[in-house]
């Protein structure tokens, strides 16, 4: 056993890292605002299918958690990325409004059957293994996976699109999509499935919900999820906006995102550190990056980057360590279920940043939104300095 331990955990690692690159490896994201343009959707009627596809992942969140408890999490990460590759198909085959309509719709399945299910399959897996204190070192590997993927796939969309077209990259997309969903098959999976045990369905997801509502210690750490990810993946969106506003050319924009990638991807790799910070130190660090964030974006400057990817980077290590707390925090049988809470959660607080970030756009700078709506890390600060071990009347969250 100790001599088949490290490849068992080897194996592990290396199938969840092809799972997050795949599944982020699509060349239609940086070109598929353009198919709906030449297709001839308006404005007003692509904004309408991302709200269809935030209201697909949020409706079915939580119930995809339990659906994984109950009977597979494996089925349900091989399930999503077919999903999610039937809808670039449909993008690619027969370009309208309705085959737009379908395919975010299929997306926002896909997406919600992943969240949970990945994370509860991980952490349950480490732990047989006697290794759950990896999980935050192959999470926040699997997080920088996902974000050179995001990278690898606009650089290659270029001159895939030059040769081929939307049908090409479309190609390229589904395939990637096929590949993830083989990927999911060579994942172990050893526990019971809830409804195997004699839980059904609706008996897992009344426990997920128990379990967040009865443990104040999984409320808190449900919380921290939601605040700390939410955040920052909602104002990542505006990067571009951030960068046109210092001034550089504009084929200097993407030299100034990449930066911000790199300091997030840096961030997913340095978690480990992260998770082994006193509580108050931790506290004190998530502080420092929201300051670091409003210098930067106010600076107007593209040196401001430097703070802003530093930022980036640690709300990306806060993220994985919150995730971290949440699973080793989690003792019944609904962990997908009670992460997907989280998950919907952060949806929720994420359309918040958009709205929020949409209403100041009208009146304030771009540098100005990001110093106003990284203010609530502050506060999410000072609730962890409160009540960390040893402080006057401090409770662990």
């Not at 809808?87 to 309208?96: E, M």
């Not at 999980?135 to 993927?149: D, E, Q």
């Not at 480990?272 to 130190?281: C, F, G, Q, T, V």
């Not at 009208?362 to 939104?369: D, I, P, T």
């Amino acid at each position: 056993m100790l001599t088949s331990l490290p490849r068992a955990v080897a194996t592990l690692a290396g199938t969840l890292y092809a799972y997050a690159f795949l599944s982020e490896f699509v060349l239609l994201y940086p070109v598929y605002t353009l198919l709906f343009t030449e297709a001839g959707l308006s404005v007003a009627e692509t904004s309408s299918l991302f709200v269809i596809w935030a209201v697909t992942g949020m409706a079915l969140e939580v119930p995809s958690g339990a659906w994984a408890d109950a009977v597979s999490r494996r089925l349900l990460l091989f399930a999503a990325p077919v999903l999610t590759g039937a809808g670039f198909a449909l993008w690619t085959l027969t370009p309208s409004y309705w085959a737009f309509a379908a395919g975010f719709v299929l997306w926002g399945a896909g997406g919600a059957l992943t969240s949970g299910a990945y994370e509860a399959l991980a952490y349950e897996e480490l732990d047989r293994l006697g290794c759950a204190d990896r999980y935050v070192t192959m999470m926040g590997r699997a997080r920088a996976a996902g974000l050179v993927a995001d990278a690898s796939a606009i650089a290659l969309a270029v001159p895939v699109f030059a040769a081929g077209g939307y049908p090409a990259v479309g190609a390229a997309s589904v395939a990637a999509c096929l590949l993830c969903a083989v990927s999911a098959l060579a994942l172990p999976e050893h526990r019971t499935p809830a409804r195997a045990a004699g839980g059904g369905y609706l008996a897992t997801l009344r426990a997920g919900v128990a379990e967040v509502r009865g443990d104040r210690r999984v409320l808190g750490a449900v919380l921290l999820v939601t605040l700390v990810t939410a955040i920052w993946g909602a104002l990542e969106e505006y990067v571009p906006y951030l960068a046109a506003e210092t001034g550089v050319p504009t084929t200097a924009i993407p030299l100034l995102v990449l930066v911000v990638w790199v300091g997030a991807t840096v961030g997913g790799l340095l978690s480990e550190a992260a998770r082994r910070l006193p509580a108050r130190l931790f506290a004190l660090v998530l502080a420092l990056a929201a300051a670091a964030m409003a210098v930067g974006a106010l600076s107007g400057g593209p040196a401001g980057f430097a703070p802003v990817a530093l930022a980036f980077g640690t709300f990306q290590m806060a993220a994985v360590v919150a995730d971290a707390r949440l699973q080793e925090r989690l003792s019944g049988r609904a962990r997908a279920t009670v992460t997907s809470v989280a998950g919907l959660g952060t949806n929720l607080v994420t359309l918040g940043v958009y709205t929020a970030y949409g209403s100041l756009s009208a009146y304030v700078s771009h540098g100005a939104s990001f110093a106003l709506l990284v203010l609530p890390y502050a506060l999410v600060a000072l609730w962890l300095w409160r009540s960390a071990p040893g402080a006057r009347g401090g409770r662990r969250t």
